[in-house]
């Protein structure tokens, strides 16, 4: 399957989510007292995640492989080893958003702003469950109404064709944050672990929708820049 076809696929999936997790809290507004074991467990599981995340953005494409045992082809065949790269992106003008240096290494600016919005959202939710804080009813739908915005943002900016570092790097940051929003709202309104939990699912699938919205964009890039090294086909 084709990055768009694939990106076409995935896409209606994430609509669905967001749908589906609003028919939730609609019809689930909170019915009981959420328990502490519970907000630990749900908290633990979004850490958990974030972790993976982390481990990912400093090891692109590892879990993947871990995981998913495939015979597709990489990036690193004879055709495309001659390129010049920059993190994980071709080091040219086209990509030169896409990747920093620091201490003469280059590192892939959209899973370093992942991997910091992770960090934020552990520390975040750390301090969430430890001091046990209980959001205003009134603040519930605005915290999952700024996340679902935060994905929004992100997905504009994934898409479009810009130069900036570090808007690049904020977005995929706030991108983590979004999530957490939305997991600690659909908490808090619903009551119920397992709506939390599904919070969590819905998260990882709209980060794989972002994914697939950045490598449709690479196969753009490469596809009309005059040169013919064609690194994303």
Partial sequence: MTKNNQLKTMLPLATLAIILLLIIIIFNNQSRQLQNNERIFVGLVFIIVCLAGIYSAYRPGQLKRLFLKSDTKKNTITAKSTIRLAGHHPACNQFKNHSFQYNNSYYCTGCYGLAIGSIIAIITISIFLLINIRIADEFKIILLSIGLTLIAINYIETFWYHNSIVFHLVSN?????????????????????????????????????????????????????????????
């Fill in 173 to 233: 940051s706030l991108l983590i944050i979004g999530f957490l929003f939305i997991v600690i709202s659909t908490l808090e309104i619903t009551g119920e672990a397992s709506y939390g939990l599904i919070a969590i699912v819905f998260s990882v699938l709209w980060l794989d929708v972002r994914i697939h919205l950045s490598q449709y964009k690479h196969q753009r890039i490469c596809q009309s820049c005059p040169k013919d090294c064609v690194y994303f086909e």
